[in-house]
């Protein structure tokens, strides 16, 4: 499964931002779908999850309330509404495919990355 992220740019804080990332098969819907980020000089970190069916979600603390993932399978797309944005969002975020459940969230189970894609936030 090939991952292609996009909807990265500069915002302001408080701003908004929607990245999507589209699937190159059909089987993207099996998967559990992640983002991560990872910001200059820190570890990459898990932000969001949905389950396959989308009936469930995860988020990493500091986003719950301001970050909604969702996703579409008839498209083949995952996408990440991040609202309120801060300066400490500030991080390229990745999309992710794996089999786990949604609350294993260690990129190591991470079974397909997508490439990346810029979020800053200027304060």
């Known amino acids: 499964v090939q991952l292609q992220a996009s909807g990265g740019g500069l915002v302001q804080a408080g701003g908004s931002l929607r990245l999507s990332c589209t699937a190159s098969?059909?089987?993207?819907?099996?998967?559990?779908m992640d983002w991560f980020r990872q910001a200059p000089g820190k570890e990459r970190e898990f932000v969001a999850a949905?389950?396959?069916?989308?009936?469930?979600?995860n988020y990493l603390d500091s986003v719950k309330g301001r970050f909604t993932i969702s996703r579409d399978n008839a498209k083949s797309t995952v996408n990440l509404q991040m609202n309120n944005l801060k300066s400490e969002d500030t991080a390229v975020y990745y999309c992710a495919a794996h089999a786990g459940l949604i609350y294993d969230t260690d990129p190591s189970g991470v079974l397909y990355w997508g490439q990346g894609t810029l979020v800053t936030v200027s304060s």
């Open positions: 949905i389950t396959w069916s989308g009936d469930s979600t």
């Open positions: 098969r059909r089987t993207f819907s099996l998967y559990t």
